[in-house]
């Protein structure tokens, strides 16, 4: 792995950095406080690129490669993690669809979220009792003449109230993960229905939702892939979202860091710097090294990726990792603030609220070891 950046590399990270700082990172708290999900915000991602990384310039992307894409996530979650959770579903749904579409689907679909048109894309796998498990999900698809008709529930959808676009899970057959069926379903489809608006520990700019659909009507040709493929391209789109999760993870933590410099250099404690002192200082050298190792993992996992290599294990390792080491950060930088650490007028307890779902979305950390552990026996064994 060549650990310097290529000229796009460090283009995609330094715009991805000055629109994060500029434009996402002032507006970060009172978005928290008031839950206020930043509809126009999407629109100048979508203008730098940032709903297509990883896409070809032909459907709308920067077409700068996965590199890239973990480095810009990091820089928008360095600023504001719900901003960069929905850019992540979106890249992601871009992805599954021009990885699995048709032309047709690549021309309308991809090119809607790449170019902002649909907003923000989501991703429709949960339900209330289907979560680690999505081989037990309910939701069925019918086929009626040139249609299928969903009926069933979702649940924790990220930015389902905003989507214009979705990628939505269904069974056409079987049971277990075999029959599972995936669709592109255009939001404002008559019969799917926006549900309660969660009310979350962290990301509350992020908007998540329940969706159901009753008597949902999709056109045949929005099957994605063919019928009983969807398990695979849940695994697929997943594999690739993780990598996205994990630099999320590496932003937030490095935040948290750099948060925690300031404060304990100006702080004073007993006469001193909070900063002199060695305890704080041990923390700190910990939450570095931590930090980097994470930073290393996810890229190592986006470069792979990016050649075209298996990478199912090591976007596994990267989000284990980011996510765990972020919680960590953000617990001892909110201890490195004191009582300042645990009122919204530092950063640092936002990063901390923010932080604790990155160890259950897209894969808990347990979903990542059975992953990392079923990988590692299939390699060697
Ligand atoms: N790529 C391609 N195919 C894959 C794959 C991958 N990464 N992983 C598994 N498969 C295939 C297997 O080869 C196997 O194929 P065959 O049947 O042909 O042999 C099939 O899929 C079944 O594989 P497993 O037996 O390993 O499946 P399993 O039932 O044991 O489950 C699991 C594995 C890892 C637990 C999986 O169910 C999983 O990842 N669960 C977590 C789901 C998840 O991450 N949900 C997050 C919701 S989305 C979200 O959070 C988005 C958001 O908005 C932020």
Redesign the pocket.
Known sequence: MNLELTETQTLIRDTARKFARERVAPQARAMDREERFPTELFRELAELGLLGVNLPSKYGGAEAGVVAYALAMMEMAAADASVS?AM??TN?CAELIHAFGTDAQREKYVTRLTLGEAVVG?????EPHA?????ALLTSAVKRGDRYVLNGSKQ????GAHAGVMVVWARTSGT???GLSCFIVEGGTKGLHIGRHEDKMGLRASN?VALTFEDCEVPAENLLGKEGDG??L???A??G??IG?AAQACGVARAAMEATVSYTKDRKAFGEAVAEFQAPRFMMADMKTQLSAAELLTLRAAYLKEQKQPF?RE??MAKLFASETSNRVCDKAVQLHGGYGYIDEFPVERYFRDAR?QT?????SE??R??IA?ETFRLIG
């Open positions: 959770v992540a579903v992601m989501s991703f429709a796998l949960s979560g680690s498990d999505p081989g924790w959808i990220t930015s277990g993960n075999k998540t398990f695979k849940a695994m697929t997943l594999d979202g993780r999760i199912t976007a596994s779902v259950i979305y897209e894969g808990t979903v990542q059975l992953v079923r």
